[in-house]
């Protein structure tokens, strides 16, 4: 059974920093790739960043890109999304999410079949 736990979020102030996790259980990172979105209230869901489990290739949202940072580590089936800088308008529930790999990672991230629970993110002074 694929498990996805998301966590790392909180409130922070403008310019501040977070690191957000992403633990993945039932299925190998080598095989999968893995996005990060986020939804704000009143607002589409996003995807925001995705990493190729085997290749490590990446992608960025042009609305977070220079700021956020995603890695995996294999050995630990685990994913971080590294946010910096953050804004006001980056205040959202971030999900991790889990599916096939693409050579494209905007069609990856339309394909995700396993998803978190979420974990909210507040940038607020």
């Known amino acids: 059974q694929v498990q996805i736990v998301d966590s790392g979020g909180g409130l922070v102030q403008p310019g501040g920093s977070l690191r957000l996790s992403c633990a993945v259980s039932?299925?190998?990172?080598?095989?999968?790739?893995i996005g990060w979105f986020r939804q704000a209230p009143g607002k589409e869901r996003e995807g925001v960043s995705c990493?190729?489990?085997?290749?490590?290739?990446?992608y960025y949202a042009d609305s977070i890109k220079g700021r956020f940072t995603i890695a995996r580590d294999n050995a630990k089936n685990t994913v971080t999304l590294q946010v910096n800088s953050l804004r006001t308008e980056d205040t959202a529930v971030y999900y991790c999410a889990a599916g096939l790999q693409y050579s494209n990672h905007s069609r990856a991230l339309k394909k995700m079949d396993y998803w978190g629970k979420g974990t909210q993110v507040t940038v607020s002074s």
């Open positions: 039932g299925v190998s990172l080598d095989y999968y790739a």
């Open positions: 990493i190729n489990g085997k290749y490590g290739t990446t």
